[in-house]
Each structure stands twice: as structure tokens, then as C-alpha cells.
């Protein structure tokens, strides 16, 4: 790509940003259109001309799906996520967490569009780079590998996968408690969340007394924060113990 064609592309994907950000959704969809097109065209069969092509399918992908255009946003995400997996064979470090985070943005699309297999089947690859990172740079994908995990659980409790859903999510939750063992403050809040989604799940699956065990432990996270800041904290505090009272009603009359 030569030099005027590469700042041409820059100019364009900052006036999409701009223009996204601005709320004009079409407007920016015709600069990030006109990037793509130029990257397509002119780019280098190199890892980084390929990570600059799917960074921009990536962006036009999210403001596609919020403007509920599913189909044209799945194509670019579809094929952002192609790029990064070749990405990935030049060069791990840049590919593979592109890859996750479109593989979850795929997932989530797939979701919406009401096919949860397809979802489901994004999650788990989404979870399985993310799996991988944890072993090469375990401090930025701990967290976004519970995440993905937690996206991973809500899906099979669609598709009826109790099981399995309770088993990814209790494996998030594992994550995050690693994660705040290291560093409660920055991860007690993610950890009481965590909790609370096992919680929920726990309680619709039947499993009413492993919900009370996990509502107990968040009661007393989110009490903690609540002595800090009771402001943003004894609300969120009250519906948690609400919720415990509730289940340890239901596991006494069960």
C-alpha cells in the first residue's frame, strides 16, 4: 500500500469513528466502507495490512448490528474473524486476541439474530483462544476468558445445556476469584457478579442449595463495598439479600 493510500485509509476509519460516535450511523458505514475497500485493494499480503483490513471489518461489523442490519454484519465479522485466524498463523501476539474478541462480537450477533447454535459454536472457539492466552499473557485474558465463559454458560442454558452451562460458569467464576485473590480491589466487584450469575443459573437449574452457598459469599462482597460506598453499594446489597432470602426459603421448604 503505498504511503498516500495507507493515510487515505487512516483519515477515513478516523472519520468513521468520529461519525459513529456522533450517532450518524450511515454516514460513518460510508467512510468505514471506502477504508475497507482501499485496504482490500491496496493492502500488503502482510500481518499487519491483514490486522488493519479486519480492525475495519470489526468496527463496520459493531455499527452494522446496532443498526440491526444482522446479515451485513455477520458477513464482516464472519470475515474479520477469517482474517485474524490467518493473522494469527504470522503472528500469535496480534492475531489471537482480535480473534476472541470477534468470535465473542460473533457470537453475541448469532444470538441475536436467534441462532443460538451458531452461537453457541462461536463462544466456544472464543473460549478456547481465550483458554491459549491465559497460558501466554494471563493478566489481559484472564478476565475477558471468564467473560467469554459466562457468555458461553447463558448459551447452553438456551440450547437446555444445564450441565454444561453451570460447569463454564462456575469455571468463570474460578477465574475471576484467582483474579481478585491477587487483587481484591480491582476484582472483588467482577467477582461478586460472577458469583451472582452462578446464583442465577444455580437457582433455574434446581440447584437452589448451591445458590444459597454462592449468594452468601456475594452478600458479603458486596457488604464489604457497601461499607465504602453505601451510596452505590446498599442498594445492589439489598437485592442481594433479598435473593438469599428467597433461595434459603426455597432450599428449606425443598
Known sequence: MSKRDLEQAMTLEERFAELAEAGEAQAALAAIDEAVEIRREHGKDDAESRNALANALYSKSLVLAATDDATAALAAITEAADIWRTVSEQDTAVGMPNLALALTAMSDQHAAAGDDKAALEAAEEAVEVYTF????????????????LSGLATIRFRLGEQAEGLTSMAEAVTIVRQLAAKDPDQHREALAVSLNN???????????????VS???????VSSLADVDPQTYQPVLDTVLTNLRQAQAQAQAA
Open 133 to 148: 492466552l491465559q497460558t501466554v499473557v494471563p493478566e489481559q485474558a484472564m478476565l475477558p476468558a471468564a467473560g467469554a
Open 198 to 212: 452462578l446464583a442465577t443459573l444455580q437457582v433455574r437449574a434446581g440447584e437452589i442449595a448451591g445458590a444459597v
Open 215 to 221: 449468594l452468601e459469599e456475594v452478600a458479603v462482597i
